[in-house]
C-alpha cells in the first residue's frame, strides 16, 4: 500500500528553506484508440490524507468515486491536465503525457516546489521533480492523482459517449476493445478517435505497414 515516505523524507531535506510543497503526479489514458490523456497533480498533508488511497487500477470504479470527492477535500492542492487528441497526434503520445503533466503542476492553486512523479520518465515540470516507478502503488500523492486523472477522464469518456453511442466508451473509455472495434468497423472513426494510432490510421489509409506511425499501441492502463 502507499505511504508517505517518499514525501516526509524530501519534506525533511528541505525544512527552513520557506514553504515547501510536494505533489504527487500521474496520468491516465496513454493506451486508448479514442480520448485525450490525463493527468493530475495533488498535493497531500500529513494527517490529511483520505483512507484507502491505492494505486488506481486496483480500485473498483464505485471506490474511486468514493475517494474522489475525499481527496478534493482533503488535499492541499489539486490541479488537472490533459492532451488533446490533436496534441497526441501532433506530438506523439510520449510527448503529449508529459505536456498533460507539467500542465497539471501548473494548475495547482498551491505552487509544488517538487513532484514525484510515476514511472521513470521524468516530464519538463515547472518545478524539481524525481520519478518513482510503480509510484502509485508506493506514495499516496501519486495514488491520489491516479484516481484524479482516472476518474476525471472516465467522466469525460462517459459523456463522448453519450454524443458517439456506438463505440460503447462507456465501458471501454476509448481503448481497443472487440465493442469499439466493432463501432469502428460500422460507423468508422469520429474527431476523437487519435489518426496516429496505427489501428485508427490503417482504418483510414488502410496501410498495413505503420511506417509512419509516430504512436504505438499501449497496453491498457486503466
Known sequence: ??????????LKTMAGSGPFHVCGVDE????PLAGPVMAAAVILQKGRIPKGLNDSKQLSEEAREALYPRILEMAVAVGVGEAS???IDLVNIRQATHLAMARAVRALPVAAQFALVDGNDAPALPCRCDTLVKGDG??????AASIVAKV???????????????????SNKGYGTPDHYSGLKRHG???HHRRSFSPIHNILYGDESG????????PQDS
Do not use: F
Open 85 to 87: 487528441v490533436g496534441e
Open 1 to 10: 500500500m502507499p505511504h508517505y515516505i517518499y514525501e516526509s523524507r524530501l
Open 138 to 143: 508506493r506514495s499516496v500523492s501519486i495514488a
Open 28 to 31: 491516465v489514458g496513454r493506451g
Open 152 to 170: 476525471t477522464r472516465d467522466r469525460l469518456m462517459v459523456r463522448l459517449h453519450d454524443e458517439h453511442p456506438h463505440y460503447n466508451w462507456r
Open 189 to 191: 472513426v469520429t474527431i
Open 211 to 218: 511506417d509512419s506511425i509516430h504512436n504505438t499501441l499501449i
